[in-house]
């Protein structure tokens, strides 16, 4: 079965050091989320993607993160600088461009800020 | 505020437990998801649904969209249903999730 590719797997930085994160999604999938998911609390959705284009970044921390999907399929989200609150799992996810879609997550990616 | 609210957050079961987990929502929804995390590891879609009930193997989940409420069942519990489970739902308009913040499960052989 495909699935959403992530990678890495785990990364450990220093704080004030950038960071990014790269997410594939499952081939066909329209739309593209980056979630943060703190320990014992549900993800919290960062961005979202239709295809190329940004369709809710509201709750992205601006002025550290960006994300960008250039080509409409994998998508990288960055973080310059890393700051210890920004230790988390980051997810990705992806769904056909339609409601009542599946929603398929990555295996995210581990990140501790130091 | 919460779109989503799940209870209870914490749940211990002896092995062979019927489990109830439970979800309500505020939102207009196209679909509901129940979720699973293990430990460390990624989130597995474990059912969608929009009316009614759906079952797979030990587990059931079911939905009520005049009150806005879903529950997840699992039956003979066993201690690999150990995890997270996270309620979702999709919004009805385009393509927008909200999440609970989930129920951690342990079971106890």
């Known amino acids: 079965e495909a699935e959403v590719a992530q990678s890495p797997r785990y990364k450990i930085t220093e704080k004030s050091q950038a960071v990014a994160f790269w997410c594939d999604p499952i081939s066909g999938h329209a739309t593209l989320y980056w979630y943060r998911q703190i320990l014992g609390q549900g993800p919290e959705l960062l961005v979202q993607?239709?295809?190329?284009?940004?369709?809710?970044d509201s709750q992205l921390p601006k002025d550290r993160f960006s994300a960008e999907r250039l080509k409409g399929v994998d998508s990288t989200l960055k973080i310059q600088p890393a700051e210890l609150g920004d230790s988390a799992m980051y997810l990705c996810a992806s769904s056909l461009d339609r409601t009542y879609s599946p929603l398929h997550f990555g295996n995210g990616t581990r990140l501790t800020v130091t | 505020k919460n779109e989503v609210e799940q209870s209870p957050q914490n749940l211990t079961a002896q092995e062979e437990e019927f489990i109830t987990i439970n979800c309500s929502y505020s939102?207009?929804?196209?679909?509901l998801h129940w979720l699973q995390q293990h430990p460390g590891g990624g989130i597995v879609s474990l059912f969608m649904l929009s009316s009614g009930k759906k079952k797979h193997g030990r587990l059931i989940a079911t939905i009520n969209i005049q009150e806005k409420h879903s529950s997840l069942h699992i039956t003979a519990s066993h201690p690999r249903d150990s995890a997270v489970y996270i309620c979702a739902v999709e919004g009805n308009t385009g393509n927008q999730f909200y999440f609970g913040t989930g129920t951690s499960l342990t079971v106890i052989p």
């Open positions: 993607f239709q295809d190329e284009s940004v369709v809710d």
């Open positions: 939102v207009g929804i196209s679909a």
